[in-house]
């Protein structure tokens, strides 16, 4: 979401004339776009707003956007006295306020809705990968999540903005689209003549775009997975064998403690549904340790569960306590040094099962999307429709490339073009 917000800034202010520079020192207008889902992102950000005011020119203005923007609010120019701006990740559009009048201070962390798709200009190129925000905000109230104070409710955009949005990218280049939102399957959305559009339809809609070759959507709450989104993956070749479905935790008494209202069983089940629709996909998952009240045999219990669904690419963190959050109050709270050995142990368990997916495709032919050169600038790199870097060889890239893998470790997989 945040590469969306990043992307829709920038053609923003190449609208108002500017372009990018990679130094700071050159800038007349410096943002952080800011992520407070964990409490180490927010604090970094303050460390980087103190960096930047060093290394500024005197009259460049710059501020925050997004979340610590909407978390910290007015308190953000008490921190940071010369702070020119402060906004929330759905008052962003409001930017160009700011350059109307650099002197004032610009603060805007209301729940604005969808109002800033509509104010935004449109992108005028895209990388091979468009990210398509089809909802904003989140109902479910996770005891340990910041996101539904930061992004607010849930609203579903409207589905011809969306396609709207969609063939727009698709004609400035994009070839896979990534359907996003906080809750994305729980996409709803009924026009003037009563007909409800869900995750499913766009999907259905995206797949006649001849020009776009591959789909994927994230994040998915697991209750809210329909039948119609499932049988997609048995008959829509364009949706990519892979999904994230976060878990969070292997033990039931934790997932209650969390709010996240389904059992063991009930996540197998619908594990199971998608291999059955589609053999060959791969799942992966969101984990969180050390939440407080986590024994170790609430801990052994997701190691269990990781294991068992061998799930690959996936995230985990130490859990951490956000403030306008239930579990930040809760008083049994996981000592520092224990989380991190539950985290070092769970890591070690997904490393080594992404490492045997990984080696598993050797010799196997996917068809990849080209993504850029290394850091070296002399490899090439693709994602398989898995998401796992490739790394290739080669004069002459195409965009998409049929690709044998030759050889793989736990991060990344090497393989040679056969067309
Ligand atoms: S479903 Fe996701 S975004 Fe919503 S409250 Fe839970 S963790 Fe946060």
């Known amino acids: 979401m945040n590469v969306y917000d990043g992307m829709r800034i920038a053609a923003m202010l190449e609208h108002h004339g500017f372009e990018q520079t990679e130094n700071v020192s050159d800038a ?8 407070s889902v964990r409490a180490k992102a927010t604090d970094k950000v303050y460390s980087a707003l103190g960096r930047i005011r060093r290394a500024k020119k005197p009259n460049a203005i710059y501020g925050i956007v997004g979340c610590v923007a909407r978390e910290s609010g007015a308190d953000a120019f008490r921190k940071i006295r010369d702070l020119n701006f402060v906004l929330g990740p759905q008052s962003y559009h409001k930017l160009p306020e700011i350059l109307n009048d650099p002197n004032t201070k610009l603060l805007d962390i209301n729940l604005g809705g969808l109002e800033k798709f509509d104010e935004l200009p449109p992108i005028t190129k895209s990388p091979h990968v468009a990210y398509i925000p089809i909802q904003e905000g989140c109902n479910h109230c996770c005891t340990y999540c910041i996101v539904p104070y930061t992004r607010g409710p849930e609203i579903s955009r409207p589905y011809n903005d969306i396609l709207a949005e969609i063939m727009h990218s698709a004609t400035v280049g994009a070839i896979e689209i990534c359907l996003l939102g906080q809750n994305v399957n729980g996409y709803k959305y009924t026009d003037e003549h009563g007909k409800t559009y869900r995750l499913s339809d766009i999907i259905r ?10 789909i994927r959507f994230t ?25 994230n479905m976060p878990i969070q935790s292997g033990s039931e008494h934790i997932l209650q403690r969390m709010n996240r209202p389904y059992d063991l069983t009930g996540y197998m089940d619908i594990i199971n549904k998608f291999r059955t629709a589609r053999p ?10 050390g939440f407080p009240g986590e024994q170790d045999d609430d801990f052994e219990q997701t190691i269990n569960i990781a294991k068992n669904v061998r799930f690959i690419n996936s995230y985990s963190f130490k859990y951490s306590p956000r403030p306008h959050t239930a579990a930040a109050l809760m008083p049994d709270q996981i000592p520092e040094n224990i989380k991190s050995e539950r985290l070092i142990k769970l890591d070690s368990v997904l490393n080594e099962i992404q490492r045997e997916f990984n080696l598993s495709c050797i010799d196997k032919t996917f068809q990849c999307l080209y993504e850029g050169v290394d850091k070296t600038g002399t490899h090439h790199i693709y994602r398989t429709p898995y998401m796992q870097p490739c790394i290739v060889s080669t004069e002459q890239p195409k965009t998409l490339a049929n690709i044998k893998i030759t050889s793989a470790n736990k991060s990344c997989l090497h393989g040679k073009i056969i067309d």
């Open 28 to 35: 007349d207008i410096i943002l952080l776009n800011t992520c």
């Open 205 to 214: 809609d995206v797949a006649k775009i001849d020009s776009v070759k591959r």
């Open 219 to 243: 994040s998915s709450y697991p209750t809210e997975m329909t039948d119609d989104l499932i049988d997609l993956f048995r008959t829509e070749p364009k949706l990519l064998p892979f999904l």
């Open 280 to 289: 060959d996909i791969q799942i992966s998952s969101d984990f969180i340790v």
